[in-house]
């Protein structure tokens, strides 16, 4: 599977982004997306996943109601919309892929990381107070 990220950039405090991340190499619908972060000196974290198969997403509690992610199947690519960006959420963004079973309801807020075995480059997101 290969991940390719796009859309970061700089920011201000208050105004959006949008994240892609496009696939290939792969049967879309067999992977479940997840967008990680990490800024210097943290811990890399989990943002949002979504399953490709059913569209069923997660959000992590601390971004919830500023970030929503979302799936484009015919073009292999999910998105990540950050809205209302504060400074900590400047870092470097990776989007991954965990295989899933497209047949089975997904859910992919029970995956760990290291069930994400493709990874982009990363895209940085850095927002100015």
């Known amino acids: 599977v290969q991940l390719v990220e796009s859309g970061g950039g700089l920011a201000q405090a208050g105004e959006s982004l949008r994240l892609s991340c496009a696939a290939s190499?792969?049967?879309?619908?067999?992977?479940?997306i997840g967008w990680f972060r990490q800024a210097p000196g943290k811990n890399r974290q989990v943002v949002a996943c979504?399953?490709?198969?059913?569209?069923?997403?997660y959000v992590q509690n601390f971004v919830e109601g500023r970030f929503t992610v979302s799936h484009d199947n015919a073009k292999n690519t999910v998105y990540l919309q950050m809205n209302s960006l504060k400074p900590e959420d400047s870092a470097t963004y990776f989007c991954?892929?965990?295989?899933?079973?497209?047949?089975?309801?997904?859910?992919?807020?029970?995956?760990?990381?290291?069930?994400?075995?493709?990874w982009g480059q990363g895209t940085q997101v850095t927002v100015s107070s």
């Open positions: 991954a892929a965990a295989p899933i079973d497209p047949y089975r309801t997904s859910w992919c807020a029970a995956l760990r990381p290291d069930e994400y075995d493709s």
């Open positions: 190499g792969v049967n879309f619908n067999t992977l479940a």
């Open positions: 979504i399953g490709a198969n059913d569209g069923r997403a």
